[in-house]
């Protein structure tokens, strides 16, 4: 039998309840008013990185939860809003933008992420890819082709540097994941 109280499976007796425990919880104030979603819904959007993602703000503050995409959709994601200084003024960006870039893998079709996107982070240094400019067009590469992902895409020193901003953007938002602030 599995007490979920007092005992895990197998093993000897663990209490997973707390006697008492401290935990910081971090809470923004603007001009001695604290942060809420009214609030952050006057932040003007910015977005403080450059194309290889390094950070060109003041300060990040942290990431509130703001709502959901849908809100007709019970099961949407959930909008988290990162809260930053940048020239003495306060910006704000979806972290669904670094989602999108940290779940980039060698395999990913290039469907799911776009040839634009990739130039935009790296450059468009011929050298740094293996797909012709005039290949793009389906006829001498087949997008649906398991060969079309990023790996194929760019040459080792492309994706090196691709791969290499994709480690810069994981590592700020597992940081990022240590910073919520509580609205």
């Given at each position: 039998?599995?007490?979920?109280?007092?005992?895990?499976?197998?093993?000897?007796?663990?209490?997973?309840?707390?006697?008492?425990?401290?935990?910081?919880i971090?809470?923004?104030?603007?001009?001695?008013?604290?942060?809420?979603?009214?609030?952050?819904?006057?932040?003007?959007?910015?977005?403080?990185?450059?194309?290889?993602?390094?950070?060109?703000?003041?300060?990040?503050?942290?990431?509130?939860?703001?709502?959901?995409?849908?809100?007709?959709?019970p099961?949407?994601?959930?909008?988290?809003?990162?809260?930053?200084?940048?020239?003495?003024?306060?910006?704000?960006?979806?972290?669904?933008?670094?989602?999108?870039?940290?779940?980039v893998?060698?395999?990913?079709?290039?469907?799911?992420?776009?040839?634009?996107?990739?130039?935009?982070?790296?450059?468009?240094?011929?050298?740094?890819?293996?797909?012709?400019?005039?290949?793009?067009?389906?006829?001498?590469?087949?997008?649906?082709?398991?060969?079309y992902n990023?790996?194929?895409?760019?040459?080792?020193?492309?994706?090196n540097?691709?791969?290499?901003?994709?480690n810069?953007?994981?590592?700020?938002?597992?940081?990022?994941?240590?910073?919520?602030?509580?609205?």
């Amino acid at each position: 039998m599995f007490d979920i109280f007092t005992k895990t499976k197998n093993m000897d007796k663990k209490i997973i309840f707390a006697n008492q425990s401290t935990i910081q919880i971090n809470i923004m104030k603007v001009d001695g008013i604290k942060l809420s979603k009214s609030l952050i819904e006057q932040i003007p959007v910015a977005f403080p990185f450059d194309n290889e993602y390094n950070f060109k703000g003041d300060k990040i503050f942290g990431f509130a939860k703001t709502g959901k995409s849908n809100p007709s959709n019970p099961n949407g994601r959930w909008i988290y809003s990162v809260i930053c200084e940048k020239d003495g003024k306060l910006i704000k960006f979806d972290i669904g933008r670094l989602i999108s870039i940290i779940n980039v893998k060698p395999k990913t079709m290039l469907d799911d992420f776009s040839i634009r996107a990739v130039k935009e982070m790296i450059g468009d240094d011929s050298s740094l890819f293996n797909i012709e400019e005039n290949s793009l067009d389906g006829v001498q590469y087949n997008r649906n082709s398991s060969d079309y992902n990023m790996e194929k895409l760019l040459t080792k020193d492309g994706n090196n540097k691709f791969f290499g901003i994709i480690n810069k953007v994981k590592s700020f938002y597992l940081e990022l994941q240590n910073h919520q602030i509580y609205i």
